[in-house]
């Protein structure tokens, strides 16, 4: 077993689409960065690689890099996965908490891990997506961005655990 963990944030800008957990939010503001900025999944990456001692996502996909420009993180995601089923690793469960002040995200927290689960072939139930404010502080609490943290536990491919009862 190996955990890792992952964390981004991304500042909240005019003229761009919010894209969290390969999710379109309906808000006036999106991130800003140089793929689509989706701050879920970019942990949820981090985290992944990490784990497997595979680096970050910035060594794998840099932001200096025209390939990587506007890419839709769940192609990031992707990547990820296929590099530790190279490693002959596979996803037993991943946890992530959302930071944002705005908008409220609740309503989409069940897509954004169905395309998690869908991604990294596991269950729904082995993924677990939360959202909470910074209760007025700092840069997210000021709503100037969002930010997101994952914890991801890696096994053997050959492990049966499904997440249930672990």
Do not use: W
């Not at 500042?11 to 309906?26: E, N």
């Not at 609740?106 to 998690?116: A, D, G, L």
């Amino acid at each position: 077993m190996r955990v890792g963990i992952g964390y981004d944030i991304h500042q909240l800008v005019s003229g761009r689409k919010l894209v969290l957990g390969g999710v379109t939010i309906p808000f006036e503001k999106g991130l800003l960065g140089h793929s689509d900025a989706d701050v879920l999944l970019h942990a949820v990456c981090d985290a992944i690689l990490g784990a497997a001692a595979l680096g970050d996502i910035g060594r794998h996909f840099p932001d200096s890099s025209d390939e990587f420009k506007d890419i839709s993180s769940i192609v990031l995601l992707e990547k990820t996965y296929e590099m530790i089923k190279k490693k002959g690793l596979k996803v037993v469960n991943v946890d992530a908490t959302i930071f944002a002040q705005v908008p409220k995200l609740y309503p989409f927290h069940t897509r954004m891990e169905e395309n998690i689960a869908q991604i990294i072939e596991c269950g729904i139930n082995q993924i677990n997506i939360k959202a909470t404010t910074a209760e007025g502080l700092g840069p997210v609490g000021r709503k100037e961005g969002i930010a997101a943290v994952c914890v991801v536990l890696l096994s053997p491919r050959e492990y049966v655990g499904n997440g249930e009862n672990e």
